[in-house]
């Protein structure tokens, strides 16, 4: 069973630029959430998608926004990059049955 | 101050030691803890999830948690090379709609 996976793995945007980061789930899982990973913040909750969806909002400026699709991937967009903007993004696809969650290997963003 | 505090570390190890790794958190609501482990350049994986006070093992891993002083442990016996990761501690709460809460993870090194 293919994992949850992540596109693009690395990228390097500029300030003002904008970006998009995808994710498709766990085939049967209707549920992806998105993370924010720092060394100094640790894991922040951005949002949940649930059945195209959002389900939930973590605390995070309009700048960070999100879409799920019919067929359960998602994207999240980042507009107006800035220089914290770097970090490591994470999603993660809920399993319907047990609520574990699932992550990718995560989208590395570095601002310049 | 955080809702859930966790030493970032890094905290190093010989091989064949007991580990303690801890968490402490402040909303007495949370129910159920989760460890999380995270190899570099992957996403975090689940390792142990428990609901309530108490412990609960699971080979050379037992999870134990202390809702009286909001402290939650994770220990590892006979620590090898191969446990070396980020170890994040995870919370979350039915009137939050078990939103999960994140420790910011301690970097884990054992030493052959």
């Known amino acids: 069973k293919a994992g949850v996976t992540q596109t693009p793995r690395y990228l390097i945007k500029t300030r003002g630029q904008q970006v998009t980061l995808s994710c498709s789930p766990i085939?049967?899982?209707?549920?992806v959430s998105w993370y924010q990973q720092t060394p100094g913040q640790g894991l922040q909750f951005l949002f949940e998608?649930?059945?195209?969806?959002?389900?939930n909002k973590g605390n995070f400026p309009g700048r960070f926004s999100g879409r799920q699709f019919s067929n359960s991937r998602s994207e999240m967009n980042v507009s107006t990059l800035e220089l914290g903007d770097s970090a490591l993004y994470l999603c993660?696809?809920?399993?319907?049955?047990?609520?574990?969650?699932?992550f990718g290997e995560g989208s590395r963003l570095t601002v310049l | 101050q955080k809702e859930v505090e966790q030493d970032p570390g890094p905290l190093s190890v010989p091989e064949g030691a007991i580990v303690s790794l801890n968490c402490t958190y402040s909303n007495s609501a949370f129910q159920y803890f989760m460890w999380y482990r995270q190899y570099s350049r992957k996403g975090p994986e689940l390792l142990m999830y428990t609901y309530s006070s108490g412990n609960k093992e699971d080979g050379r891993f037992t999870a134990q948690v202390d809702k009286s002083s909001k402290y939650i442990s994770l220990f590892i016996r006979d620590s090898q090379p191969s446990d070396s990761a980020t170890y994040l501690c995870?919370?979350?709460?039915?009137?939050?709609?078990?939103?999960?809460?994140w420790g910011a993870g301690t970097k884990l090194i054992i030493k052959p």
């Open positions: 993660a696809s809920k399993s319907t049955n047990t609520g574990e969650l699932f």
């Open positions: 998608y649930f059945s195209e969806t959002q389900r």
């Open positions: 085939s049967g899982h209707r549920s």
């Open positions: 995870a919370m979350s709460a039915r009137d939050s709609n078990y939103q999960l809460i």
